[in-house]
């Protein structure tokens, strides 16, 4: 067992092999006692909401939970050299899409509002830094509280739904690690356009949203948004190739509107 292993309810039945991620929440590769490996992770604050996630989305379409004491989770372990970053840019573009669909359902009651992810997003990027972000962050404040006060729904969203979230299963693709949200499932596309973007296929862009059942002004209003967040965020982190890509985005977001 690992030195910073948290304890485990004896009915679980399994024990810590190894850490698999670090921070202060973490996972951790567990061998059950009847076989088999399971993974454990910590979620702080957001269990509550990513328990009430996992059981709301389809069981073919997510992480298996099997159980969960205080802000453990015990789920089904899935291999992570399986990801969907490693297939063909269509096939990442085409699986995001469809998987975005899957999980479109009604926000169970314990899910914070996407305002409050705008919030934090707001208050970690507040100071301007009189660089060419500044420009691009006022606006996207301004388009997220338009977004937010002009729609009435409360979707359940997986709120960082790229593909080294997505892992393979015998089952086909699963997502991972949600960081849930209730609102706009206009917002959770943007990982989407990314991968769209970043293939070169910008013109299958209305074809995607339109097959994801989105509209086409708001799904690009929340990726803009959603853009200008990384980019500033890369540029305050002094990555500068994170930020050159994040600037090749937005550029080519603005040419769609």
């Given at each position: 067992?690992?030195?910073?292993?948290?304890?485990?309810?004896?009915?679980?039945?399994?024990?810590?092999?190894?850490?698999l991620s670090g921070g202060d929440r973490?996972?951790?590769?567990?061998?059950?006692?009847?076989?088999?490996?399971?993974?454990?992770?910590?979620?702080?604050?957001?269990?509550?909401?990513?328990?009430?996630?996992?059981?709301?989305?389809?069981?073919?379409?997510?992480?298996?939970?099997?159980?969960?004491?205080?802000?453990?989770?015990?789920?089904?372990?899935?291999?992570?050299?399986?990801?969907?970053?490693?297939?063909?840019?269509?096939?990442?573009?085409?699986?995001?899409?469809?998987?975005?669909?899957?999980?479109?359902?009604?926000?169970?009651?314990?899910?914070?509002?996407?305002?409050?992810?705008?919030?934090?997003?707001?208050?970690?990027?507040?100071?301007?830094?009189?660089?060419?972000?500044?420009?691009?962050?006022?606006?996207?404040?301004?388009?997220?509280?338009?977004?937010?006060?002009?729609?009435?729904?409360?979707?359940?969203?997986?709120?960082?739904?790229?593909?080294?979230?997505?892992?393979?299963?015998?089952?086909?693709?699963?997502?991972?690690?949600?960081?849930?949200?209730?609102?706009?499932?206009?917002?959770?596309?943007?990982?989407?356009?990314?991968?769209?973007?970043?293939?070169?296929?910008?013109?299958?862009?209305?074809?995607?949203?339109?097959?994801?059942?989105?509209?086409?002004?708001?799904?690009?209003?929340?990726?803009?948004?959603?853009?200008?967040?990384?980019?500033?965020?890369?540029?305050?982190?002094?990555?500068?190739?994170?930020?050159?890509?994040?600037?090749?985005?937005?550029?080519?977001?603005?040419?769609?509107?």
């Amino acid at each position: 067992m690992t030195s910073d292993a948290p304890d485990l309810p004896e009915d679980w039945q399994v024990r810590v092999v190894r850490r698999l991620s670090g921070g202060d929440r973490g996972a951790w590769l567990c061998a059950a006692s009847r076989g088999g490996l399971l993974v454990v992770k910590r979620c702080g604050a957001e269990a509550q909401a990513t328990i009430a996630a996992l059981k709301a989305w389809p069981s073919d379409a997510r992480v298996r939970l099997l159980a969960h004491h205080g802000d453990l989770l015990l789920m089904e372990c899935l291999r992570h050299d399986l990801t969907l970053d490693a297939e063909p840019a269509g096939v990442q573009v085409r699986s995001l899409a469809q998987l975005a669909r899957r999980l479109r359902v009604q926000a169970p009651a314990e899910v914070p509002d996407l305002s409050q992810t705008v919030g934090e997003w707001g208050r970690r990027l507040a100071t301007d830094t009189g660089d060419a972000w500044d420009r691009r962050l006022s606006a996207a404040r301004r388009a997220a509280m338009e977004l937010l006060a002009s729609t009435g729904e409360r979707t359940l969203l997986h709120g960082d739904l790229h593909p080294g979230n997505v892992l393979r299963s015998p089952h086909g693709w699963k997502v991972i690690d949600p960081q849930p949200a209730a609102g706009d499932p206009a917002y959770d596309a943007e990982p989407v356009l990314r991968r769209a973007l970043d293939g070169g296929a910008v013109g299958l862009i209305p074809n995607l949203v339109d097959e994801m059942g989105l509209p086409e002004d708001r799904t690009i209003a929340w990726a803009k948004v959603r853009a200008a967040w990384y980019g500033a965020a890369s540029a305050r982190n002094h990555d500068r190739p994170r930020e050159a890509r994040w600037a090749r985005r937005l550029f080519w977001l603005d040419a769609l509107c």
